[in-house]
């Protein structure tokens, strides 16, 4: 089988790879990476800790959040690999706060939507497009704070964006701002079941973000729980077809977290009832 720096299309429909590592091998200091996953769900946890494993560093990482302390992407983060993060929830990572604040970290904050949206962009080949989201504020305006100085101080704040007026068909006028689309150099993503050809399937949540990563990344790598043969998945079941994906590499099993566990005591619950 042909190393991890060939293609799919070079290595025929095959895309499979033997080991985390081996699918990462590539990735160079400095590269940038859409990481799929919502929350703890649907995160490349053995992808990214094998890029922990081989030292990757300078990475700037586009992902809705960046995992916790010691966890998925908080892992490259602890270790100082990471030095861009575009993201649109970053809250539950002390390190990334300490980081952003004492200037260590760069950060593109962007609401939800229209990060999903510049990644799907990016990958449906879209050079951007124009949204009311952030329109009056300093999404569109600028001057968000993207790099401290480490002394309470703004080193480096956004910049303003192309702010325009277009008139709907009831002929009411609104302003939208332009939002770039996202490409990066990879994209890594779990999924629940993938077969050889890269056609995946993810569960539930973890399809918020994977697909739209994969499809971002000009060279895609995904970790499967289940691997299956070519045509033993529906293709109405496939959410992202394996024209998008260059490298699979079967992960069973593995840690799955539960970002905030929240159960109701039995007292409680049965409370208040009538019997009889």
Known sequence: MSGPGTTGLDRGLDTVVATAAEAVADVPDGASLAVGGFGLCGVPVALIEALLARGTTGLSVVSNNCGVDDWGLGLLLGAGRIRRMTSSYVGENKEFERQFLAGELELVLTPQGTLAEQLRAGGAGIAGFWTRTGVGTQVADGGLPRRYDGAGGVAVASPPKEVRTFVGADGASAEFVLEEAITTDYALVHAAKGDRHGNLVFHRSARNFSPLAAMAGRVCVAQVEELV?????????????????????????????????TTTPTSTATSGREEG
């Open 229 to 261: 043969e070519p045509g033993e998945i529906d293709p109405d079941d496939v959410h992202l077809p394996g024209v998008y994906v260059h490298r699979v590499v079967h992960v069973p099993g593995g840690e799955k977290r539960i970002e905030k566990r």
